[in-house]
């Protein structure tokens, strides 16, 4: 297996209950996963249990906090990009692969909250360069 990634449950203290390890010999798998679990678990970095109080209604929408997360998750998949690959020069494809291996986010959230912005604020230069065999 070449890509991997883990996923915890927790109990409403966050106390971790356990972890599930998903593998995968290629990198659409992950990408699958992913999607999965945006699509179950909202992009919650763990799930965990609640309790629920009778009466209790949240104050945000699911949809606000979704974005409050890709937001959080953007900014962080910045700062390791800047880490990890500082002073070197890398492909589109080995971007992807660490941030979908290392972060939450999904593969079709790289571009636009993540490279953009360390683009325009020149922190990453884009080369443009294709291979030939491409």
């Not at 659409?28 to 990408?31: A, D, S, T």
């Not at 494809?93 to 992807?96: D, T």
């Not at 636009?112 to 953009?116: F, R």
């Given at each position: ?11 409403s203290t ?5 972890q599930i ?6 990198l659409?798998?992950?990408?699958l ?10 992009g919650?970095?763990f799930?965990?249990n609640?309790?629920?109080?009778p ?6 929408s ?30 589109y494809?080995?971007?992807?692969i660490?941030?979908v291996e290392?972060?939450?986010l999904?593969s079709?959230?790289?571009i ?5 912005p ?15 065999y491409?």
């Open positions: 297996m070449n890509f991997s990634f883990s996923y915890s449950f927790k109990t966050s106390s971790e209950l356990y390890l998903y593998a995968s010999p290629a659409k798998g992950l990408v996963l992913k999607d999965a679990l945006w699509d179950t678990f909202d919650r970095e799930y965990q609640s309790i629920l109080m009466g209790q209604t949240s104050l945000f699911t949809e606000f906090e979704k974005e409050t997360r890709l937001e959080y998750y953007a900014n962080e998949a910045k700062e390791m990009l800047t880490k990890e690959f500082a002073g070197r020069e890398v492909t494809n080995e971007i992807e660490f941030l290392n972060t939450m999904k079709t959230q790289i636009t909250p993540v490279l953009k360390l683009i325009s604020n020149s922190i990453v230069k884009k080369q443009n360069i294709r291979s030939i491409a």
